[in-house]
């Protein structure tokens, strides 16, 4: 029984989205593509982040000189 209350809290989460974001008035495969633009955009986002942002906190250490 967890399964299917797992399912019907993730289905209400999914239709909250489509409420909050007015997907639900978009046809299916309009709502496909702009889901995967939105999870292509954030996929990048965290990409990019995970790549540069050490290198800049490590640049504002050196600036502040917390770290020689």
Known sequence: MALGDCWKSLS?????????????????????????????????AVYTGY???PQHIMAILHYFEVVQ
């Open 12 to 44: 209400w989460f999914y239709y909250q989205y489509l409420l909050v974001t007015a997907l639900y008035m978009l046809e299916p495969w309009e709502r496909t593509v702009f889901n995967s633009l939105l999870v292509s955009v954030a996929g990048m």
């Open 51 to 53: 790549v540069f942002m």
